[in-house]
């Protein structure tokens, strides 16, 4: 039995590290499912709103080493053993790849939700970053088994990524930097990446994140997730790459000198960082549109935890 097969729009792969669904949505927009399950399951987002009419085709090819996954504007190579990924435009320019062992990994955690009953104690406290309702010693219970995801990438030499929100430490440019990703006052988490190499990504989650390029590592870890699931967007303009989220998100998002006008989220996120002029719209266009998207259903990471301290720390 081959350990992959393919729909029009759909390419499924299984082996030992895992399984893969790979989407096409548009011509330069790919959806990536990679879980621990065989089976992929619908599930409601919060984010994508995006139902195309007509799905593009996908064509799928193969070697000795690699699947290749394409559309008219770009392809994935899948490597049949450790299912790392490359992905290339249509002329075979590479954007971005993972380590060749495999760059996605799912760590079994719990989802811990915690419980207030009359007996709990409430406090206010006053903090420099505003103030905090805590409680004391509520009833912690297990609501589901989900995962910790690892996704590695190798970026390029010189290649730049902006995006993932506004925080205070007034990063532009994230490459050789640690961003602790989460939302609070005066931090706004958007759950995006766009790179000067052509391409963008959407991570459709909603729990804590870090991104890490430095000594540690290049990689996002996200603390809890059913499944690892982002979408793949190539250019490779800034433009177009907004204009794909506008129509995954079903929103029209800010430009440069109008997030004055929008909503809260819009205006918290479009600042991007401090960016300026023409990039700033852009950036503000990216930031400000996701923002309202995930926000208008709220966010299930204020609910939910893992049993890891760092998290806790994290949210608290």
Known sequence: MSPFHFSENNFFLSNTQGHIQITAYLPGCIRIR?????????????????????????????SPQWYIVSTSDLSIQVDKQTLAFMFTDSSGKLLLKEPDRGGKKLESVDAVINIL???????????????????????????????QAKLEFKWAEGEALYGLGSHEEGMFNLRGQCQYLYQQNMKVFIPVLISTRGYGLVFDQYSPMTFHD?????YLLME?????????????????????????????????????????????????????????????????????????????????????????????
């Open 117 to 147: 009953d009359t007996d709990t104690e409430i406090q206010m406290e006053h903090t420099p970053d505003g103030e905090k309702i805590r409680a004391q010693s509520p009833i912690r219970t297990v609501k589901k088994a989900a995962y």
């Open 34 to 62: 990679y879980s621990t399950k065989p089976e992929f399951e619908p599930h409601q987002s919060f984010m994508v709103q995006f139902e195309p009419r007509q799905f593009p085709s996908l064509s799928v090819t193969e």
């Open 224 to 316: 809890l997730v059913d499944e690892l699931d982002y979408y793949f967007i190539y250019g490779p303009e800034f433009d177009q790459i907004v204009a794909t989220i506008r129509t995954l998100t079903r929103l029209m998002v800010g430009i440069a000198g109008s997030t004055g006008k929008g909503s809260a989220p819009a205006r918290a996120a479009g600042s991007a960082a401090g960016a300026s002029g023409a990039g700033a719209g852009v950036l503000e266009g990216i930031t400000g549109g996701v923002e309202a998207a995930v926000s208008s259903e709220g966010w299930p990471s204020r609910r939910f935890r893992t049993g890891r301290p760092s998290v806790a720390r994290a949210v608290a």
């Open 214 to 218: 430095d000594a540690i590592g290049s």
